[in-house]
């Protein structure tokens, strides 16, 4: 798989580091792509009789910085004999610091473990959120239980039938598909698309129509047949990407389900015991500076393994 060049990855204190750190160092050498690994401090900022900058402000800001980086090359000794990896510690909050970093060395993808705050049924804490809404490149947050090899990996796909050939939901899914079934090939997973789809106009007919259950009826199964037509086609778009025998190979399933997709995609997650969730994120519309769609949010909230989620061609973080 050659997806990445320059691949950055983010300590996570609170978590256990290894398993992602191992899974950056594979997921680098069969790129051949350069690895960072950074870390963060907090801007000491002046206490009472401390001034901004002064010689004790200083002194604590360096021994931070210090300590972090000893436990960077703690955590990248195993690796140090057989690949050049680099090190660094960021000061200030971290989500901003790290977007700042891939905007500055443009890095195409960052690694980090979830957070998984104990106080809270849910995996990813406020910086990883931060960092799916407005992160340019994609981003792989990993689960405490990551594995050397994913053994299922589900991805989520949408369409806006409206524009189904130029529209973001395209540039999203292209995206999806690479690197689903790439990392699905990589790691010789099981592999599901899901899409999810609803009829929002079926209680008008219900409540207007003069035969309401036989329209009613008619027009769900035209919805239906409209998404099931968008999903074949992504079928055969992957088929045409990863060609006949690797198709073959791969032999992914497509599941078509009616419903709210904050509530399919992650109970499907849970049927499969996916190792990996791989997504968009972006609204299609919305207030600038807050791209990640409601849907999103309320998926990534519930899951419970590792998530890559990406974003279009074109997308413009608030961050700079």
């Not at 700042?100 to 990813?124: C, G, M, Q, S, T």
């Not at 598909?177 to 790691?187: P, V």
């Amino acid at each position: 798989m050659t997806q990445f060049k320059h691949i950055l990855y983010v300590s996570e204190a609170s978590a256990d580091e290894a398993p992602a750190m191992a899974r950056a160092v594979s997921l680098a050498d069969n790129n051949q792509a350069d690895l960072t690994v950074i870390d963060m401090v907090p801007v000491i900022s002046a206490g009472i009789g401390m001034q901004p900058g002064g010689p004790i402000s200083t002194e604590v800001q360096s021994a931070l910085v210090s300590q972090r980086r000893a436990r960077l090359e703690s955590l990248v000794a195993p690796y140090r004999e057989h690949r050049d990896i680099q090190i660094e510690v960021l000061a200030g909050k971290m989500h901003l610091e790290v977007i700042r970093a891939v905007l500055r060395k443009h890095y195409d993808l960052v690694i980090k473990p979830a957070a998984n705050p104990d106080f809270i049924e849910r995996l990813f804490g406020s910086d990883d959120m931060q960092l799916l809404r407005m992160c340019p490149s994609p981003v792989w947050l990993m689960g405490p239980d990551e594995k050397p090899k994913y053994a299922r990996i589900l991805a989520a796909v949408d369409f806006d039938l409206d524009d189904i050939h130029e529209g973001v939901d395209q540039q999203l899914n292209q995206h999806i598909l690479q690197l689903a079934s790439s990392l699905a090939l990589s790691d010789f997973a099981e592999l599901h698309f899901i899409h999810v789809w609803d009829a929002p106009n079926e209680i008008l007919f219900l409540s207007w129509a003069d035969n309401p259950d036989a329209v009613s009826a008619k027009y769900v199964r035209g919805e239906n047949a409209r998404h099931e037509g968008a999903l074949n086609r992504l079928r055969d778009q992957l088929r045409t990407r990863i060609g006949e025998k690797a198709f073959e190979h791969l032999s992914p399933h497509f599941h078509l389900r009616r419903g709210a997709a904050s509530t399919v995609i992650p109970e499907m997650a849970r049927q499969l015991q996916a190792d990996l969730v791989v997504m968009g994120t972006v609204a299609r519309t919305g207030i600038a500076g807050w791209f990640i769609g409601n849907t999103a949010e309320n998926v990534l909230e519930q899951l419970q393994c590792s998530v890559l989620a990406v974003k279009p061609d074109g997308f413009v973080s608030p961050v700079k």
